[in-house]
C-alpha cells in the first residue's frame, strides 16, 4: 500500500512539473504564425495559419486579400479562400505558376521571403513548413537545410517536410529561397514497378478464387443457398489486395511523385488508373463465375431429369 502511494505522490510531481512546459509550448505554437508551401504538382498551394488574436482589427477578407495582394506580385494566384479554426484561421492559395523549371526530372522554385512573410511583424515567431513528395531530394540555395535553420527533414505519410521555426526576421535575412529537387529516379520507378505490379497479383488472385467458388458449388450443390456469403467471402482477399495498392500507392510517395513528374491530366492516369482497374477486374471475374454456375446447375438438373 505503501509503495502505490508513493508512486501516485510521484507521478503527481512529474505532472506537476510538466504542466508549465506544456502551457508554454502551447502558448508558442499558439502565438505563431504558420505556413505550409505544398509542392504536390497540379495544384501546389500555400496555406497560412494565423491564430485569431493577431488579426487585431483586421477582418478575414481584408487578410485574405492583404496576403493575395503580395503573393500576386510575384506568383499567379490561381484561387483563395479561407475557413476558422477554433483557434487560428486558415488561408488557402493556390499557385499556378510556382516552377520556374520543371523538366527531365529537375525542379527549380524561388521563394521571395518578403513577399511570403514581409505582411508579418519582424519579431513575430513563424513556422514555415515545406512538403514534397518523399520522392524528392531537395536543397535550399544550393545548401543542406540544417545550415540555413531548418530542423533535419522528416517524411509523413507521401512527404518529406522540411521545418524552419523562428523569427520572420530570420527568414527576411535570408532574402530569397532558391529550392531545387531532383527525383529519386531509381525508386520511383522500382516503385512504379510495384504499384503496377498489383493488378496482375489482383488478375491472379480473382482467377484462382473465382475458379474455388465454382469448383466448390458443383461439388456440393446444396451450398448454393449460401452462394451470396460465399461469394462475400471469397472476395475478401481481392478486395485487401486493393487496400495494399492505395496504402503502397500514399506510403511510398509516388501519390505525391506522379502529381510532380506528370502534367495534370497524365498523373490522374498513372494514380487513379490502376486502382480502377483492379476494382473493376473484382466484379469482372465472379460475375462471369456466377453466370457459370448457374449455368451449369441447370444443365446438371436438365440431365439429372432425363
Known sequence: MKKYRMSFILFFLVALLAYPTMTTAETKKIDAVEVDICIIGGDNHFV???????????????????IETSLSSHWKVEDAHYETN??????????????????????????PYSILVGMFGEDEGIQLRIMASKLTNWKVNAKEWTSLGFVQPFTFLSEREYVFEGAVNELLQQRVGHLD??????????????????????????LFLARRLKNRILQFPEEIQHFRKLNYMYQIIPLMIIT???????????????????????????????????????????????????????????GTGM
Open 244 to 302: 495494399a495498392q492505395i496504402v503502397f500507392l500514399v506510403m511510398s510517395g509516388l501519390l505525391t511523385a506522379f502529381g510532380l513528374y506528370f502534367n495534370p491530366g497524365i498523373d490522374l492516369l498513372f494514380i487513379v488508373g490502376p486502382v480502377l482497374l483492379n476494382i473493376i477486374v473484382l466484379p469482372m471475374f465472379f460475375v462471369t463465375t456466377e453466370r457459370e454456375i448457374s449455368k451449369e446447375l441447370r444443365n446438371n438438373s436438365v
Open 48 to 66: 497560412y495559419k494565423i491564430p485569431k488574436h493577431l488579426h487585431n482589427d483586421t477582418t478575414y477578407f481584408e487578410m485574405k486579400d492583404y
Open 86 to 111: 477554433q483557434s487560428n484561421v486558415a488561408y488557402t492559395f493556390f499557385i499556378e505558376d510556382l516552377f520556374q523549371e520543371r523538366q527531365n526530372g529537375q525542379l527549380k522554385i524561388s521563394i
Open 181 to 206: 529537387g531532383s527525383f529519386a529516379k531509381g525508386q520511383m520507378i522500382l516503385y512504379s514497378v510495384i504499384y503496377f505490379s498489383f493488378i496482375l497479383v489482383q488478375v491472379a488472385s480473382c
